[in-house]
């Protein structure tokens, strides 16, 4: 049952949300560190999230990890350094670059992936995986609603599944 606000034990959503996200990192991070990967830090995901296929300039990255291009700039130098990602010219502008993973960088990504989704399976099991799930579906009906820029595969599936046949 919810803490009433008046309770000096009730934490602000945000605080909550916060600590269940650091909870996972942690678990997510324990495991990596365990990995040839163990050189990623947490400020790289900004480009493993977003960057896929052919790549998206800095400013997309940016834009939808809500950073500044100053510290995006950062971040992707440094994975270019460990090897993980490269730039290349776009194709629709040669003054541009594309920021792309390199095949390293991929497979990390897919690792990293696959260690989300087995933390996330952990999370099911010790705290219900009907519940999870509702958490999972309520926190992308919020994201899609109150930040569509960070989350641009969930649009396009909303978009999609608004095509089918009723």
Same mark, same amino acid.
């Given at each position: 049952?919810?803490?009433?606000?008046?309770?000096?034990?009730?934490?602000?959503?945000?605080?909550?949300? $916060? /600590?269940?996200?650091?909870?996972?990192? +942690?678990?997510?991070?324990?495991?990596? $560190?365990?990995?040839?990967?163990? $050189? /990623?830090?947490?400020?790289?995901?900004?480009?493993?999230?977003?960057?896929?296929?052919?790549?998206?300039?800095?400013?997309?990255?940016?834009?939808?990890?809500?950073?500044?291009?100053?510290?995006?700039?950062?971040? !992707?130098?440094?994975? !270019?350094?460990?090897?993980?990602?490269?730039?290349?010219?776009?194709?629709?502008?040669?003054?541009?670059?594309?920021?792309?993973?390199?095949?390293?960088?991929?497979? +990390?990504?897919?690792?990293?992936?696959?260690?989300?989704?087995?933390?996330?399976?952990?999370?099911?099991?010790?705290?219900?995986?009907?519940?999870?799930?509702?958490?999972?579906?309520?926190?992308?009906?919020? !994201?899609? !609603?109150? +930040?569509?820029?960070?989350?641009?595969?969930?649009?396009?599936?909303?978009?999609?599944?608004?095509?089918?046949?009723?």
């Amino acid at each position: 049952m919810p803490r009433d606000r008046k309770d000096p034990l009730w934490i602000p959503l945000p605080g909550l949300l $916060d /600590i269940a996200s650091e909870a996972l990192f +942690a678990e997510f991070r324990s495991e990596l $560190d365990q990995t040839e990967y163990r $050189d /990623i830090r947490p400020t790289h995901g900004c480009v493993f999230r977003f960057v896929q296929g052919q790549g998206l300039r800095l400013t997309d990255i940016a834009e939808r990890a809500n950073m500044t291009k100053q510290s995006v700039g950062e971040i !992707v130098d440094d994975l !270019v350094e460990r090897g993980y990602a490269k730039r290349i010219p776009d194709p629709d502008d040669r003054r541009a670059k594309l920021i792309c993973l390199t095949e390293r960088g991929e497979e +990390a990504q897919a690792y990293g992936r696959t260690l989300f989704a087995k933390v996330e399976k952990r999370w099911a099991e010790r705290f219900g995986e009907e519940r999870l799930t509702a958490l999972r579906d309520l926190l992308e009906e919020i !994201v899609a !609603v109150e +930040a569509p820029f960070a989350v641009p595969e969930l649009a396009e599936l909303d978009h999609a599944k608004s095509l089918e046949p009723a």
